[in-house]
């Protein structure tokens, strides 16, 4: 099944892509196929156990085989509580963006080889969550560059070259940094496998090495996430990608960063991880304020959608930081809400603009008069995404806070009381999102839409698994934090030792 996870999606791009063009809408159906197909073989895993004290975060299931021998590489895929709920929401995501796509294709059409992209998007963010042998989850890291250009460059807006170009800058600069801190921490061990790399009784490194290691990994890293001030790039490929190329970026593709700082980059250099903690919670707090204080001047639907995403992946960053079992346990929830509440906003937005052909706010007035069920599922996954209470977005907001609270001291009480705040910025900027679009009278663009108002099959295919969502991890967050528990308290026994 784990190399079902992987092969299924490879085989449904193929199918995809090689389908002639008068074949587009099958070449779609069937690449929806192998995306549900892949997402029933996440379904399969059976939670595992890991004893705290062991060192090492064991996986449930692992394929372990020889890759290139003569570099004492090897094709090492495992599954764990932390890994897992990132791959179920990326197979549920790609799903529902390739279904979406069977109603919806954005211009200039040519709608197999989009799903074909989502696809290979698949399968490497999932070969990432899933690498436990260091190069293999650099190679898996790399594969979603190109097809996220490809989707930004030809399926997006008027400025999409320009957003697609930096997207793939600022990213090549995060590869090169990983891929000096992965040389740097095999050469120094002498293996690459992410298990026993856990245990740094196992493979040790001295402290000055491990802290060189941290900061290339954990800069490498905050690129994807993104963590200010190197988030620049993420607005302009927000507001530019369609809208499954948006859903995916900030579904899944920046969970690839918060990932990897937890599971590789603290994993593998606690020690380091320990010592620049202040220095990651600084940065995180600045993204929460930041990004609250900039999308409460943005006057674009996705562009302040977009720049929620800095602020809540701050919270994210903050709960990696304080490097307790409370705050892994924020990030990891965190980025599950995130993915699922800011995916469900972006696929709203995507149905905004597709109807009023404008995502400006002040064109976008009395939304609520014309189209209420679409006025509806905005308000709702903009609630959602302030972080109130019984909603998806309220336990990795709270739980960084807690943790930060947790940890305790001048600094790190000082970071809750700021990562407070920014909450509070946050449900200023979206309750001005809604008055702006949903109250007021109708301008004259959302007038035009009286007879567009009503909800599309494929919208109600995609976003209804969403909404639903939103609800079960905001009522019952066992959901997640019980596949991780275990996980978590290894790792922090790694830090704590």
């Given amino acids: 099944m784990l190399l079902a996870l992987l092969i299924l999606p490879a085989i449904g791009a193929l199918f995809a892509a090689a389908m002639p063009a008068r074949l587009d809408r099958a070449a779609r159906v069937g690449g929806t196929a192998f995306a549900a197909a892949t997402f029933g073989a996440a379904l399969f895993f059976v939670p595992g156990t890991t004893t705290p004290g062991t060192g090492a975060i064991l996986p449930w299931a692992e394929i372990d085989v020889p890759w290139a021998p003569d570099l004492s590489l090897r094709f090492h895929l495992g599954v764990d509580g932390i890994s897992y709920p990132l791959v179920a929401l990326t197979t549920a995501l790609t799903m529902l963006c390739c279904a979406y796509c069977l109603w919806r294709v954005p211009d200039p059409g040519r709608g197999r080889l989009l799903v074909a992209l989502l696809l290979v998007l698949e399968v490497g963010i999932i070969g990432v969550f899933l690498a436990l042998d260091l190069v293999l989850f650099f190679v898996f890291f790399e594969v979603v560059l190109l097809p996220m250009y490809a989707v930004i460059a030809v399926w997006g807006g008027a400025d999409r070259r320009r957003a697609a170009r930096k997207f793939v800058l600022y990213t090549l600069f995060g590869s090169v940094l990983l891929l000096v801190g992965v040389f740097t921490v095999v050469s120094a061990t002498g293996t690459a496998d992410l298990v026993a790399l856990t245990d740094p009784a196992t493979r040790p490194m001295s402290s000055g090495l491990q802290l060189f290691a941290f900061v290339l990994l954990a800069v490498a890293f905050a690129v994807k996430s993104p963590l200010w001030p190197l988030h620049t790039w993420l607005p302009a490929a927000h507001t530019e990608a369609p809208t499954v190329g948006s859903v995916i970026l900030a579904g899944v593709l920046l969970k690839m960063g918060t990932y990897g700082l937890l599971r590789v980059a603290v994993g593998v250099a606690p020690d380091a991880a320990a ?223």
Avoid at 344 to 367: P, S
Avoid at 419 to 444: D, E, I, K, S
Avoid at 461 to 476: C, D, E, H
Wanted: glycine content about 14%; proline content about 4%.
């Fill in 275 to 497: 010592r620049s903690a202040p220095v990651l919670g600084i940065l995180a707090t600045a993204a929460i304020i930041v990004g609250g204080l900039v999308c409460l001047a943005q006057t674009e639907l996705k562009r302040l959608i977009a720049y929620s995403s800095v602020g809540h992946m701050g919270f994210v960053l903050l709960g990696v930081a304080t490097l307790t079992t409370t705050g892994f346990q924020a990030a990891l929830i965190g980025n599950i809400a995130h993915g699922i509440v800011t995916g469900l906003l972006f696929f709203v937005a995507g149905g905004i603009k597709d109807r009023a052909h404008t995502g400006e706010l002040a064109q976008l007035g009395g939304l609520r008069e014309t189209a209420p069920a679409l006025s509806g599922v905005l308000a709702f996954a903009a609630i959602a995404s302030l972080g109130l209470p019984g909603l998806a977005g309220f336990w990795g907001e709270a739980f960084a806070v807690f943790a930060a609270f947790e940890r305790g001291g001048p600094l790190w009480s000082t970071l809750g009381v700021l990562a407070a705040a920014g909450a509070a910025l946050a449900a200023a900027y979206f309750l001005r999102l809604l008055r702006r679009v949903t109250h007021g009278a109708a301008t004259p663009a959302v007038t035009a839409l009286t007879t567009e108002g009503r909800l599309r099959p494929g919208e109600l295919v995609a976003w209804s698994p969403l909404v639903l969502l939103t609800l079960a991890v905001g009522i019952v967050p066992v959901l997640v934090l019980g596949y991780s528990a275990d996980p978590v308290a290894a790792l922090a026994e790694v830090i704590t030792r």
